[in-house]
């Protein structure tokens, strides 16, 4: 293997079994890496859990674009096996470091058929599967970079302080990226403390990155730990004006503090900075529908829709909207939509179900009001007790 011109060590136990939910498919690898003058346990250690994961990510990549649904879509190999390092997590079996050499072993063991359901619905998130696609480019640069450092060290055989620089630097790459793809498993389910966490050590050993600042503090805006995400969205612009991110995300701050005006005009900055952020332009039509400027929200909808057609808040948004208006087919047609794209939004559901009370459908109404409930919307409940259930 030319990468890293390492001594490595494969082997792969694919075992299909059944148990009373699910067929479970192990996949079980090991690498050795062969340490060079300037690495350290640490160093080498975080290298051949990089590569251990990379070769298990390809065999369950192939499984999965060769035996289930996803086979059908339109995605790539390297963009299946991209998107499922940020639903999977592999288990470390055993590790050893003799001073020289660092072997790992790892084991992922899933339902190929859940793991495929979570990769379809990363591939309609235009941000998460590009922050997914950032950071294994970034891992692969990083890796090429190290493996070239190797060869000069090699060459002239010793490592300098210059060389030593570069090579800590990569590693610190390598490292980040393995915390924000930890970060982002944990908050697909939701457990924003962990995943703040897991951005923090990211920041740790990256810190001038912006977009961790701007995870980190979302984490923190939905612990309603307002302070401290504002924090982290101000380090955010600071570090990148051009981001968009850091005034989006800020917006939401003030939205939930009420005060439309300076969300308002935080959204459109983002746009500002960034003319084809879809997120920007739904944010500039909540606020706006918010505010009782109808048309404008409106006009910032149907621009959100256009530029990310998947983006499930978009059509929720825009729905309440025609919900107002008492256009309720159209309102109906929207909310369908940001459904089918977000099944667990909760807020989708109650307001189909405000719709189909304007309508007269009150046993459609009450299941929708349940599920909302069931899904964490506060107003669920008391809708549902209203129409008598």
């Known amino acids: 293997m030319k990468l890293l011109s390492v001594v490595a060590t494969l082997l792969m136990l694919a075992v299909l079994g059944t148990d009373s939910h699910a067929a479970l498919r192990s996949i079980e690898k090991e690498y050795t890496y062969q340490a060079s003058e300037a ?27 060769s035996e289930t649904e996803v086979k059908n879509s339109q995605l790539t190999k390297d963009q299946i096996v991209t998107y499922t390092a940020g639903v999977v997590a592999t288990v470390i079996v055993d590790e050893r470091w003799d001073g020289r050499n660092y072997f790992v072993k790892a084991r992922l063991s899933v339902d ?57 630097k990569a ?34 050993v990256a810190p001038g990155i912006a977009r961790f600042y701007a995870s980190r503090g979302w984490m923190y805006y939905k612990l309603k730990k307002y302070p401290e995400a504002l924090r982290d969205f101000d380090r955010t612009i600071e570090l990148d004006p051009q981001y968009p991110y850091g005034y989006h995300n800020k917006g939401y701050v003030y939205v939930d503090y009420g005060d439309w005006k300076t969300a308002l005009g935080l959204f459109k900055k983002s746009v500002d900075v960034s ?10 039509g909540y606020a706006s529908f918010r505010m009782g400027n109808q048309k404008d ?5 149907d621009r959100a829709i256009e530029l990310d057609p ?14 107002q208006r008492k256009e309720y087919l159209k309102a109906l047609e929207d909310v369908n939509r940001g459904i089918e794209l977000e099944a667990t939004f909760g807020r989708g559901y109650f307001l189909r179900a405000k719709i189909y009370e304007a309508v007269g459908e009150k046993e459609k109404a009450k299941e929708d009001y349940r599920e909302a409930a069931r899904l964490g919307d506060g107003k669920a409940l008391k809708a549902v007790k209203k129409l008598g259930d």
């Open 39 to 65: 690495d350290s346990k640490l160093s080498s250690r975080i290298i051949a859990l990089e590569q251990v994961k990379r070769l298990i990510l390809e065999e369950i990549g192939t499984f999965i674009l």
């Open 171 to 204: 590693i610190n790459k390598i490292e980040a990226a393995d915390w924000i793809e930890k970060a982002a498993n944990l908050r697909n389910d939701e457990k924003w403390a962990e995943a703040a966490g897991y951005y923090s050590r990211a920041i740790e």
């Open 310 to 323: 998947n983006f499930s808040r978009s059509f929720i948004n825009r729905g309440n909207y025609f919900l």
């Open 112 to 168: 190929p058929q859940d793991v495929a359901k979570s990769v379809e619905i990363l591939r309609r998130d235009k941000e998460k599967n590009s922050e997914l696609e950032l950071l294994r480019a970034e891992k692969t640069a990083a890796l090429q970079e190290i493996e070239q450092l190797r060869l000069e060290m090699q060459k002239v055989k010793l490592s300098t302080p210059a060389t030593n620089r570069s090579f800590l």
């Open 275 to 284: 003319p084809g952020f879809a997120r920007g332009y739904n944010g500039i």
């Open 297 to 301: 929200a409106k006009k910032a909808l």
